[in-house]
């Protein structure tokens, strides 16, 4: 299988975490936003959203938008429960990740690290909803050890992404023990490199 997608993306991180962790063999093919590469003709045909990440199988179907692929190839792993209302309770996650997180905290992000805004150049409202969403983590993380159940789901995959690196947005941890906590239990799990918590 090829992922398609940018290494500083949170989205296209998600998958990237994920394979890893399941050992899933895969192609990263590297895909430049700002060059406009996930808007060619070609990478049109494979995802008419214009945008990365994708994952392409050997047999040339496409599937795209993070999560979902998250949900589709977790399938059958401790990462995504059996038990459907516990299935119900991370997809509860997965889509409050992307109505009420990465739009503030990943677009601040963009904002800053892609296009060189200066953190006081954020825009007002957008930098409110994301401390509101840490706010919210933290409060739910300030007793659970994970998002849902008592182990690593994609729901921590999917929050982590754009979570662990969310100083490049301009927000802060130092004040949020609880998400601190949860994203060096994702670390220990991922093992993915410990210099990028703020
Ligand atoms: N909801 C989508 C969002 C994907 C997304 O916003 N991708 C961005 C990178 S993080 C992208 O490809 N932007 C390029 C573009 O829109 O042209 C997902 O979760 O996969």
């Not at 063999?25 to 996930?38: A, I, S």
């Not at 997180?101 to 963009?110: D, G, K, L, Q, R």
């Not at 825009?123 to 401390?131: D, Q």
């Not at 949860?182 to 918590?197: G, Y």
Request: hydrophobic letters at 40%.
């Amino acid at each position: 299988m090829k992922i398609y997608g940018d290494v500083q993306s949170g989205n296209c991180l998600k998958v990237k975490f994920l394979a890893e962790h399941l050992n899933l063999k895969y192609e990263w093919v590297e895909t430049d936003l700002l060059n406009g590469e996930t808007r060619s003709e070609e990478f049109l045909l494979k995802n008419p959203f214009g945008q990365v990440p994708i994952v392409e199988f050997d047999d040339g179907r496409v599937i795209a938008q993070s999560n979902g692929i998250l949900r589709f190839l977790a399938r059958g792993t401790d990462l995504l429960p059996s038990d459907v209302f516990l299935q119900a309770k991370v997809d509860e996650w997965l889509f409050w990740e992307q109505y009420s997180h990465e739009p503030y905290i990943a677009v601040s992000m963009f904002q800053m690290f892609y296009l060189k805004k200066k953190k006081e150049e954020r825009e007002l409202w957008r930098v409110e909803r994301g401390e509101k969403a840490l706010d919210l983590l933290n409060q739910h993380l300030s007793n659970h050890d994970w998002l849902v159940g008592d182990k690593l789901t994609i729901a921590d995959i999917a929050l982590f992404a754009y979570t662990h690196r969310c100083y490049l947005g301009g927000f802060q941890l130092e004040e949020r023990l609880s998400v601190r906590s949860w994203l060096n239990r994702c670390h220990e799990e991922l093992k993915v490199n410990t210099d990028t918590i703020t």
